[in-house]
């Protein structure tokens, strides 16, 4: 192999793609387009400007049934990178998020914690700070 394999594209299974989008939308700024096809659904999601740090990624409904609330991960987890957990802690519980692990200091790194989306989909949340104690 030449060079390492990295992540370039993510997706979200919901069971509610309008609620979800909404979710994504209002918390996070992410934009959408309809990437449909005659014979399956599929948004494609922006997370950010062409050039900047970060992946794109899709919307899909889910194909089976939803995550129990006490089963384990069974997936990738994303990551979002913020610049203000607490704010985005907040915007995400005003928009039907919960919190699935709360914010805990990564020691001389960063504050790091993890939610479940409307959708009851884990993700990250992540505030660089060298100061975290």
């Not at 060079?3 to 609620?19: C, G, N, T």
């Not at 948004?43 to 939803?66: F, W």
């Amino acid at each position: 192999m030449s060079s390492a394999a990295r992540p370039v594209h993510f997706e979200i299974q919901a069971d509610d793609l309008d609620r979800a989008r909404a979710f994504y939308t209002e918390v996070f700024g992410w934009e959408f387009q309809d990437w449909s096809g005659p014979d399956f659904t599929y948004l494609g999601i922006t997370t950010g400007e062409e050039g900047t740090p970060g992946i794109n990624g899709g919307l899909l409904p889910r194909p089976g049934g939803s995550p129990a609330m006490d089963q384990p991960i069974n997936a990738y987890v994303v990551t979002m990178s913020c610049d203000d957990f607490d704010a985005y802690a907040e915007r995400i519980l005003a928009h039907g998020g919960e919190v699935a692990l709360p914010k805990q200091a990564l020691m001389g790194m960063a504050w790091q914690g993890y939610f479940k989306d409307t959708e009851g989909n884990i993700f990250g949340l992540h505030q660089p700070d060298p100061n975290a104690a």
